[in-house]
């Protein structure tokens, strides 16, 4: 970073520690499409509470959604863990502390926990709200209930730090009867509205140090034993001017959803209140059983979590993985393909829709400014009024070196479980254009390599998988100077030629095919040469500017086993790094191995634990046929994610040592539900079982299948594959896994290798 340079305008992007400091497991986040919401305990968005609010459009449309019954915050009997798009959360009155409202009451006073509640939430288009209150007592009651509502129109940057010169102009308030709505107009042009329906409420100004704009009120009266039901409904929308200069609605995640431009019905659709991990996003997703209940709890949490994180995308049809909730709630290249590759298990198909949606935005031109040469596939997208005014870069991003690679990696296995042959008939330019930027734009010295350097004056700093400031270090603890050529991104490469090549032979190009597996041979022997550190026995994290190797030790060595291009000579050592000590914390791979310069347990990318980079580490081991190593640290992540609620692994957790602090620690601002997070339990299944789909054979190979620690039996149920369907039964007998075909539809075979 230049000396002149402000690290605020890094920090915010990379590891979100300048907004306070909050454990997520305390947040509640409902979500769908691209639409989601943030909440406490309560039910509650408390004004200036850790970025709480109601988000759509990379805007918070809501910023405060305060409760109150007879003027206190009710107390929770059980909160709603989120992780859905709809949940309840019962709630009880608490002891008076005061009276609200004009005049003395001849009615007696509510006793303290004698209501019983229940507030229904449905997150949509927009979010609607049913609050269901019981009269337990003996008499009847009249309650004065609050809602206290704001919209401050803050774009995601702003919410997470970064301080604006200017802002846009909120107007003032429109309220006619039971409805209010929040207007902003923006940097950008366009124009922001919340819409507020507050059923029979009377709405009314917030009083001075309430924390919001409006007061709805409703005073019910319940008889004994009788109930009252209350709803609310709140409506995003983003108007924009057309090429006439007239204004049309526009849905608030920049996509195509239903609805928008319509108010979301009050009283339509009742919440559930059984709570089920349901899909309905993902297209006839594979169930995955098994005789462990824990297991099958961390398994289901994925795939769910990768249901919810599907958003619609910036043209009609299209989908994605948003990367995490709540800071990365958007596109993101790595993200998006890594998370999808895991997911091929579950859902061939979004794959297919995140190879489309990338090259539908793949750099066509040389752009300093936004990091992009021509064929990169984006790092990041977003669709807020500070990426639209250019006061971030972060519109459409291309600051990664390792999505273009990884994006080809992508169309190769998908092509391996589908067969689709007009999918890489259609993509083939895409491909060409990535193979391009590989070879040509990625190769900043002419060596072989992918380098990269910051272009863009607001840019990312680093332009990897680790990309805090600090990550590339050597074994002194000196932070590298680019530019820097990472270990993993020459795996990619490697991964990314060998896989073009089958695909240019599928498509009749001899010539092109011949020439990738010449220049992959050629970059593993550089390779080889110039990442391998003799003395201590492992592979750099990367090459600084001046090709000096940053030899300290660290799990980017376990992407490179993964991508083929570790020679055998060295495997056993970079297996007996990953699971040695200093890296297996006992619950998964440190991204920084202990002991060195620079370690810490709490470091973003010098420490901690990452659920994906352990998974891809097992990857890794698989490949290298190192398979007792990858059953311990698939065993290690597994049974991690049972201390974190609902089974749920997050985005990254702290470092320390299993004989350290007996359970994983939080990291208080990782992202949950998190994409890559959520497809690690899925790639470690279909790693540990072995499965290679071989599509265009009709062939399904299963290579020396193991079984998760503590399972003895696992069922996997309609697994896609080349158009046909299969079913899979895996026991354990002894030290061996036997398969059983169960049911398949469909031409496919399937053998296993033990």
């Known amino acids: 970073m230049p000396a002149t340079a402000d690290p605020a305008r890094y920090l915010p992007h990379i590891a979100p520690t300048i907004v306070p400091a909050t454990d997520m497991g305390g947040v509640a986040v409902l979500k769908r499409g691209g639409v989601f919401l943030l909440a406490d305990a309560f039910g509650d968005i408390v004004p200036d509470s850790h970025g709480l609010g109601l988000y759509a459009g990379d805007t918070r449309v809501l910023s405060s959604l305060v409760l109150l019954l007879d003027g206190e915050r009710p107390t929770v009997l059980r909160p709603d863990p989120g992780g859905a798009d709809r949940g309840s959360i019962v709630l009880t009155n608490a002891e008076p502390r005061h009276a609200v409202g004009a005049g003395p009451s001849p009615e007696p006073p509510v006793p303290g926990r004698s209501l019983g509640i229940i507030r229904e939430r449905r997150v949509s288009d927009g979010l609607l709200e049913r609050l269901e209150l019981d009269n337990h007592v003996d008499h009847a009651v009249t309650l004065t209930v609050d809602l206290l509502v704001d919209a401050d129109m ?243 991003y291309y600051g990664s070196a390792d999505a273009t690679p990884l994006w080809l990696v992508l169309l190769g296995e998908t092509y391996d479980w589908t067969g689709d042959l007009r999918l890489i008939e259609e993509l083939w330019p895409h491909a060409l254009a990535a193979l391009e930027w590989v070879e040509r734009h990625g190769d900043l010295g002419g060596d072989g390599f992918i380098e990269y350097r910051r272009r863009a004056p607001d840019g990312l700093v680093q332009h990897g998988w680790k990309d805090a400031l600090e990550a590339i270090r050597d074994r002194e603890g000196r932070v590298a100077e680019g530019p820097i050529a990472l270990v993993e991104v020459q795996g990619y490469a490697y991964d990314a030629r060998v896989r073009a090549a089958r695909l240019a032979r599928v498509l009749g190009d001899v010539a092109l095919a011949e020439h990738l597996e010449e220049e992959a041979r050629r970059l593993r022997a550089r390779f080889d040469a110039a990442f391998w550190v003799p003395d201590r026995g492992t592979l750099a994290l990367a090459l600084d500017g001046r090709k000096r190797p940053m030899d300290a030790i660290g799990s980017n060595q376990g992407h490179a086993l993964w991508s083929g291009v570790v020679s055998a000579e060295h495997a056993a050592a970079v297996a007996g790094h990953l699971v040695g000590g200093d890296l297996d914390s006992g619950w998964g791979l440190r991204t920084f191995a202990s002991g060195q310069p620079g370690y810490s347990p709490l470091g973003y990318h010098t420490g901690t634990v990452w659920p994906h980079d352990t998974a891809l580490a097992v990857a890794g081991l698989r490949r290298a046929a190192f398979d007792a190593q990858a059953v311990r640290l698939a065993g290690e992540l597994l049974e991690a994610a049972l201390s974190f ?110």
């Open 154 to 396: 803050a774009d995601i940057f702003e919410v997470r730090g970064l301080v604006r010169r200017r802002r846009g102009r909120l107007d003032p308030i429109e309220v006619r009867g039971d409805d209010a709505v929040f207007g902003y107009l923006g940097l950008d042009g366009r124009r922001y509205r919340t819409r507020l329906r507050a059923v029979g409420a009377e709405i009314e100004p917030a009083g001075p140090g309430e924390g919001a704009a409006i007061r709805a009120r409703w005073r019910p009266r319940i008889e004994p034993g009788a109930r009252v039901t209350l709803e609310w409904s709140i409506l995003p929308e983003i108007l924009e001017a057309d090429s006439s200069g007239s204004k049309r609605a526009a849905p608030p995640s920049g996509t195509h959803v239903r609805g928008h431009g319509a108010p979301l019905e009050a009283g339509g659709g009742h919440v559930r209140r059984t709570r089920t991990l349901t899909t309905k996003n993902l297209h006839d997703p594979t169930v995955i059983r098994s005789d462990s209940p824990d297991f099958d709890r961390v398994v289901a949490r994925g795939i769910a979590d990768l249901d919810l994180l599907i958003t619609p995308g910036p043209g009609p049809g299209q989908r994605y993985l948003a990367a995490g909730v709540p800071w990365f709630t958007a596109l993101f290249g790595r993200d998006a393909i890594l998370a999808s590759f895991g997911a091929l298990l579950v859902d061939p198909s979004l794959a297919v829709d995140t190879l489309r949606v990338l090259a539908s935005l793949q750099a066509t031109a040389d752009d300093p400014d936004h990091d992009a040469e021509p064929g990169k596939i984006p790092h990041e997208v977003r669709v807020g009024e500070m990426a639209r005014t250019g006061e971030v870069p972060f519109g459409r």
């Open 645 to 754: 609620p609902d089974g749920r692994l997050p985005e990254l957790f702290c470092g320390f040592g299993r004989d350290e602090t007996g359970a994983p620690v939080p990291y208080p601002v990782a992202c949950a539900p998190q994409a890559w997070a959520a497809a690690a339990p899925l790639l470690i299944v279909r790693e540990l079982l072995g499965i290679r789909p071989r599509a265009a054979e009709h062939r399904l190979d299963l290579e020396r299948p193991v079984l998760p620690p503590g399972l003895t039996d696992l069922t996997v149920t309609g697994l896609h594959v080349a158009g046909a369907q299969v079913d899979l039964r895996c026991r354990r007998r002894g030290r061996s896994t036997r398969v059983e075909v169960t049911r398949r539809t469909g031409d496919l075979t399937v053998s296993v290798a033990s």
